[in-house]
């Protein structure tokens, strides 16, 4: 990465206070959450207001082409939308598990042996659903190892019950009956357990979704609105220390349009100009890692916080897939909490304080080295591959699915 020298001024305006005006760049205007009712629809709006900016920031940063924050928060708030269904479902067959085990128990204490069997035939039914479920990448999947092993499950006895879950012959129901007999009481005390928690990440998902969003849509239309117009304001002293991080990284993009505008003057075969075009990819690779950590530290965090009891004994929290690549971001090589940013975002510890809050936005940004296997799977190797991989960098580009229209919980 480039190494930038520390900024007394950490206004926007720093680096094009003469920077051409860029009429035809027209932000698109974000849309007022609170007036939108369903969660699903918030999540659909704020993905396609990114996709937008993505487009914009794409033209105003020029040639060649370089993704900004935009591209990859698109595919971030369509993964949380993925997460946010994923949870909903989930949540669907642990509440009809807890109705059916209900039953289960009430048919006990009754002498029609038609409707003992019927009841547990139905929490046999839906055990084969929770299990169908426990294949499922991120949150629920993740909840339902926790819920099982808490309930005092073996792995030998979830790994038979898994085998058997498909099969409808009477041995294979047999075994499902006497496994989920064997731990019935402590099953029915963790399901109801881990829907609470569900519930309570589900609230958070959105939380977070919405936080990042709400900040960063007015400041980047700020931005953009201005440099229509030729100039950008420097601000009127230091930003608020919640900004410091994404203020750096506008005033970096600032700088990388100015780079480009000045390659284009240059030889296309010369030196100067491949170098001039490295620093600029570079320095909105830096810029990049610097809003992400911005929004993550300030926005996302309080939510993760929340989470904290559970993104503890998680191993593979969020899995979550971007196309052009073969990584599942969220599940690297090495245990890792993720409800921690240095952890989430790929930072090398031993270069970085220990309270985040002390990280310094005017440095490199110091990023674990690519053959630590901390680093696989985190956000900053996804940012650092969007750089790298022009494949990558061009699949992020074209427009997510809209989850809205295929949602069934709106």
Known sequence: MLPLEPSNSLGVGAYNASSPPVAHILSP????LAQIASTHEQNARITDWYHRVDRVMTEYLGTPEVPSWA????WASYNAGEQLRNIEEGLQVFRAMENSFRCVRAAMWNTRVSEVATAVKSAIDFSREVFDLFKHDGLVGEAIVLALSEAGMSEKDRQVMSENIGRRCPKSMLIRAYILAKNFPRLVH???AIAQTLTGMH??????????FEFMAPRLSAFLDAAAKGSIEPSSGAPDITERFFSRALSMYAQARQMGLRAQTLPL?????AELLETRRNLVAEANLLATFGEQLYRAQPQF????DFLKRSTRFMRMHFPGSDIAFGAGAAPRDWGLIYDRMGVDVRKAPADPHELRHDVIFPLCRRD?????GTIGHLLTLGMERPELALALKREPPRLLDACRHC
């Open 29 to 32: 205007p974000f849309p007022s």
């Open 269 to 273: 075969a010369g030196i100067d100009r």
């Open 190 to 192: 963790s399901i109801d």
């Open 203 to 212: 609230a958070s998902l959105i939380a977070a979704n919405r936080a990042i």
């Open 305 to 308: 916080d929340r989470m904290a």
């Open 372 to 376: 630590d296997p901390r680093f696989l």
């Open 71 to 74: 591209r990859f928060a698109k």
